[in-house]
C-alpha cells in the first residue's frame, strides 16, 4: 500500500470543511420553512465556520506553494 503525502493538519481540514458543507446542504431543508427561525441561525453560523475552515486550509496551503 502506498503512503500518502497529505499529513494530518490537511486531513481534518479537508474532513472540517466536507462535514460542514454537507451539514449546509442538508441543513438548507429546514430553514426552507418561516417558522424554523432557530435552524436559520444555526445555518448561518455553521457557514461562517465553513468559511473559517477554509480560509484556514487556504492559509495551510499557500506556504507550502511558495516554498
Not at 481534518?12 to 427561525?37: Q, Y
Request: proline share 3%; glycine share 6%.
Amino acid at each position: 500500500m502506498q503512503e500518502t503525502s497529505w499529513n494530518s493538519g490537511t486531513r481534518w481540514l479537508h474532513m472540517g470543511l466536507s462535514t460542514t458543507l454537507t451539514f449546509e446542504l442538508f441543513e438548507g431543508f429546514w430553514t426552507s420553512d418561516p417558522n424554523t427561525r432557530m435552524y436559520f441561525i444555526i445555518h448561518e453560523w455553521v457557514g461562517l465556520l465553513a468559511a473559517a475552515v477554509l480560509l484556514v486550509e487556504w492559509l495551510w496551503i499557500y506556504p507550502k506553494k511558495s516554498s
